[in-house]
């Protein structure tokens, strides 16, 4: 998510959990070269799947606290307006093999945004601490929600942020969407000079007037040494090396960790306003990671 710094704010608090960790997650790279493959044989190993969550279970069951973490309070460097609580309140299964994450206008607990009293409640989850991974196929297949304000979105941040910070930890935005381009979405890298506004990315738009929130889409990215390139229902739309961030760093060769959220509001999509109907939800079919 552009301009995000939640986690410079909130860097103290996971730096301890990510030191401990980190060891014992090991990072799944690719793109080694193998010894000649005997005739007959395949030339190469099919890709091994490293991370798959596909929310089954009943409904209203929390998510797989095996898999996914999730954080609580605002974010008051994008100027989002929800709360991010804990539980299941805004996110939890459905019964039928999806996670829904809610936005409701609420305020059942009197949280305390950083404008005040929160207007909204929302979810948003990581996979920090569990499961990390360098280069492969990372994919979700997910139904956006519609309406002024809504900010969904599926990304990554470098496990070494708790060390590094943001925006030298890098960060992988495999799918962003803003209430006000209902037919659009964008993939973007952020790294150490080309951050926020400034990140480096393009959008792709679904064809005739289609939203996207009218359907499910799948989004991904196929991740290798310095390349990342974005699909959106299996159509490349840009692919991006070290060559495209000005002589920066390029910081996206190295574990990552995974993000599913639902903001409302910020700077981006601007807030909610009266056309705007609650509750909103982001409903994900599954998150499945691959070696390639």
Same mark, same amino acid.
């Given at each position: 998510m552009t301009v995000r710094s939640s986690w410079r704010r909130r860097a103290s608090l996971y730096a301890a959990s990510l030191a401990c960790c980190v060891a014992s997650l090991a990072a799944v790279p690719t793109g080694a070269s193998a010894a000649p493959a005997p005739v007959g044989s395949p030339a190469?190993?099919?890709?091994?799947?490293t991370f798959t969550d596909d929310f089954n279970g009943a409904a209203g069951s929390a998510v797989d606290g095996g898999k996914w973490q999730i954080e609580t309070g605002d974010n008051v460097n994008n100027?989002?307006?929800?709360y991010y609580t804990a539980g299941n309140s805004n996110a939890a299964l459905d019964g039928q093999g999806n996670l829904v994450i809610t936005a409701r206008k609420e305020n059942p607990n009197n949280y305390q945004c950083w404008y005040g009293r929160c207007e909204y409640t929302s979810a948003r989850l990581n996979? !920090? @601490?569990k499961f990390t991974q360098a280069y492969g196929h990372v994919e979700a297949r997910m139904k956006?929600?519609?309406?002024?304000?809504?900010?969904?979105?599926?990304?990554?941040l470098g496990d070494d942020i708790g060390s590094v910070g943001w925006p030298a930890s890098?960060?992988?935005?495999?799918?962003?969407?803003?209430?006000?381009?209902?037919g659009t979405v964008?993939?973007?890298?952020?790294?150490?000079?080309?951050?926020? !506004? @400034?990140?480096?990315?393009?959008?792709?738009?679904?064809?005739g007037g289609q939203a996207f929130a009218d359907g499910f889409h799948t989004f991904a990215v196929d991740w290798a040494p310095n390349s990342v390139k974005w699909s959106v229902d299996?159509?490349?739309?840009?692919?991006?090396?070290p060559a495209d961030v000005g002589g920066n760093q390029w910081a996206f060769n190295k574990p990552f960790f995974l993000i599913l959220n639902l903001a409302v509001g910020g700077y981006w999509p601007g807030d909610p306003d009266g056309s705007t109907s609650f509750p909103q939800q982001l409903v994900v079919?599954?998150?499945h990671v691959t070696t390639q």
């Open positions: 190469k190993a099919a890709a091994a799947a100027h989002e307006r929800q996979t !920090s @601490g956006v929600p519609r309406g002024q304000g809504m900010w969904p979105a599926f990304w990554m890098g960060e992988i935005d495999v799918m962003e969407n803003v209430g006000f381009e209902p964008h993939g973007t890298l952020h790294g150490p000079g080309y951050s926020g !506004s @400034g990140g480096i990315g393009a959008a792709y738009t679904l064809p299996g159509n490349v739309y840009q692919t991006r090396t079919d599954y998150v």
